[in-house]
């Protein structure tokens, strides 16, 4: 589903759609696996729900599951969407996927998420932007 891409981001396509809520959705066990490929390090119990971290076109966003979002699918909000190129959804586009060091920054740029699962897992030991699972999810 995703590729390695840069030392921040793996590349990966999905169906962008709108959706009446307010947070950004995929579908809830792509999420899970995704969560887990790439922000996991193996050690101990994680927490499998937090946030993705997604970039479409210049915005950033948290991705949270949802059991009924079809696969394969962003589900983003009006408020989102209306800020892209994005005219005729569903849409398959180009989605960035922060990698688990480049998120946990920008998840601190949205108040309120509980970034603890990413937080616990970075050594700031100069490992920066690259992670364990450089192909993860793909």
Do not use: W
């Not at 991705?63 to 909000?77: E, F, K, Q, S």
């Amino acid at each position: 589903m995703f590729e390695a891409f840069s030392r921040n981001y793996y590349l990966g396509r999905l169906y962008v759609t709108p959706t009446d809520g307010d947070r950004a959705l995929m579908h809830s066990d792509q999420h899970e696996q995704i969560n887990e490929a790439v922000y996991a390090t193996g050690d101990g119990v994680e927490p499998l729900d937090t946030p993705l971290v997604m970039k479409l076109e210049t915005q950033h966003f948290p991705v949270h599951g949802d059991a009924a979002v079809p696969a394969d699918t962003l589900a983003l909000p009006e408020s989102v969407l209306e800020n892209t190129e994005i005219r005729n959804p569903p849409s398959l586009r180009e989605v960035l996927l922060a990698r688990r060091e480049c998120a946990t920054q920008l998840l601190s740029l949205f108040p309120g998420l509980d970034q603890a699962g990413l937080n616990q897992h970075r050594d700031g030991a100069g490992s920066g932007l690259e992670d364990d699972f450089p192909g993860a999810g793909t």
